[in-house]
């Protein structure tokens, strides 16, 4: 079966709460295939960070003219309808999410990729689970994701509204024996990694003897200013424990001891 539809990452742009005035496409489409044990299209992704001047999130277009408004199958079993857009140099309507208004910043707030899980999307008569995965994050990325970390980890847990769905027993916060093992597998490998920890060299300035000196500008300023001198200002470099990959780790292990 071919699915009547496409999933793309987009980056919209806005005027004011209704009007677009750009809309950024990416590349190539999310990867569809069709399941059918369950008769069911699926594609994977991994989470979408906020990172700083882009504001990325899934859009999914139809590719017939027949448009019915298409939803989001919610954990509780309601439905969280997207709401359309219209590209306006290339005329092509994008279905989006749209949680909350910020006027500060006019954008449209969406948590649709910002939580790892299941993404069920009922798309006319086809229905499409998007699975978000969380690897393989580029260190950039990673500084970001540890600020999101920090701020919004217990929230998602507890968040019955968010529209990503997981597996977790109805009345509690999905805290079961499958959690408790991921744990354990998390702080289990959390201390391997804190055994031989990521070490990276930063540069800095120091005094060497004059045969062993590596120039920077002050080098030079003191070369022109003090004859003879046994020691010139050189560069250098001193080991620093303080990266992004260390501060995750100690604040994954941090958030979990409560837990524990």
């Known amino acids: 079966m071919k699915p009547k539809f496409e999933i793309k990452y987009i980056e919209v742009q806005w005027y004011d709460k209704e009007t677009v005035t750009k809309v950024t496409e990416s590349l190539n489409s999310l990867s569809l295939e069709y399941n059918d044990k369950i008769k069911i299209f699926e594609c994977e992704t991994t989470i979408y960070p906020n990172t700083e001047g882009l504001r990325g ?81 580029t260190r950039d990325q990673l500084e970001t994701y540890l ?29 079961n024996e499958t959690v408790i093992e991921c744990i354990n597998h998390l702080i289990s490998h959390a201390e391997k990694v804190l055994d031989t920890p990521k070490v990276e060299l930063r540069e800095i300035q120091n005094l060497k003897p004059r045969k062993a000196v590596k120039p920077v500008n002050r080098t030079f300023m003191e070369l022109a200013s003090k004859t003879n001198q046994r020691f010139l200002t050189s560069r250098a470099t001193t080991p620093s424990y303080n990266v992004s990959e260390n501060r995750y780790v100690r604040n994954v292990s941090s958030k979990l001891r409560p837990v524990c």
């Open 147 to 175: 600020s999101s970390f920090k701020d919004d980890l217990w929230e998602l847990i507890l968040d019955d509204s968010s529209a990503i769905q997981t597996d977790k027993p109805s009345g509690g916060i999905g805290i």
């Open 57 to 137: 999130q899934l859009g999914i277009r139809f590719l017939d003219s027949k448009q019915v408004n298409p939803y989001i199958e919610l954990p509780s079993g309601e439905a969280q309808h997207l709401s359309p857009i219209q590209d306006i140099d290339t005329g092509k309507t994008w279905w989006i999410v749209k949680d909350s208004w910020e006027k500060q910043n006019k954008f449209w707030r969406h948590t649709d990729i910002n939580t790892a899980g299941t993404l069920k999307l009922i798309l006319q008569e086809q229905t499409c689970h998007v699975l978000i995965g969380s690897v393989d994050f």
